[in-house]
């Protein structure tokens, strides 16, 4: 069965540093998509990141990169030069197939930005 | 502009009440969810609609019921078979053939609590 895992239940960082939230999947599915979403305190999900299974290279979007290692079966988060912003819940979640409609999620993690 | 409006935001509810969560999305989206947030748990997959007048449980469909009559509309009714109804519901949304990097829009939730 599909399974994704966020060991870290809270995180500090600095401003302006780098951050590595970490995600580990379980799938039998060779096809599936991983995701990452930022909650702020607000509740809405914010998309930030998409990476394939079969992409070559590590997706990037702007200050957030995806540190891809299809043989660990991880999915890491890097946000670069940490904002105050940035404080929220951090969601790794996974879509099996292609065109699948179930997403599943990990626990989160907390990040928290100190000034 | 276009998005989901989830009400109301705050939900109290009496045990052995049932109540409607409401979801409207303007995104002409044919894809619609259900998610439940527990703290420590991240999101479950109660039910999902791929397009009007069809619906899927998800995994933890007990409890609840939906309808999906029109395309911008998804009601989630939490019945009173529900054992533990407190929680934050949130809507989400996805065009059908969407590429494969497509992630879900949501809504900013409801709390609900039993009181």
């Known amino acids: 069965a599909q399974k994704i895992t966020q060991t870290q239940p809270g995180m500090f960082v600095q401003e302006k540093e780098a951050v590595t939230l970490d995600c580990t999947y379980d799938t039998s599915d060779p096809s599936y998509g991983l995701f990452w979403y930022k909650q702020p305190s607000s509740g809405e999900m914010i998309f930030l990141i998409y990476?394939?299974?079969?992409?070559?290279q590590n997706a990037t979007e702007g200050r957030y990169s995806l540190n891809f290692q299809k043989a660990r079966k991880s999915a890491n988060l890097v946000i670069s030069a940490s904002q105050l912003g940035d404080s929220a819940m951090y969601f790794c979640a996974m879509r099996e197939g292609d065109g699948g409609f179930k997403t599943i999620f990990g626990a989160g993690t907390r990040l928290f930005v100190k000034a | 502009d276009g998005g989901i409006t989830q009400s109301p935001k705050y939900l109290f509810r009496k045990e052995g009440q049932n109540v409607t969560l409401s979801c409207e999305q303007n995104?002409?989206?044919?894809?619609m969810y259900w998610y439940r947030q527990d703290p420590g748990q991240g999101l479950r997959l109660i039910y999902y609609?791929?397009?009007?007048?069809?619906?899927q449980k998800g995994d933890i469909a007990e409890g609840y019921s939906v309808s999906r009559e029109k395309k911008e509309s998804f009601p989630l009714t939490v019945t009173s078979a529900q054992k533990n109804p407190t929680a934050f519901y949130l809507c989400?949304?996805?065009?059908?053939?969407?590429?494969?990097?497509?992630?879900?829009?949501f809504g900013s939730g409801t709390r609900l609590t039993v009181v």
């Open positions: 989400a949304s996805s065009p059908t053939g969407a590429p494969a990097n497509y992630g879900y829009t």
């Open positions: 995104l002409n989206h044919d894809a």
């Open positions: 609609s791929q397009i009007v007048n069809d619906f």
């Open positions: 990476q394939g299974s079969y992409d070559q």
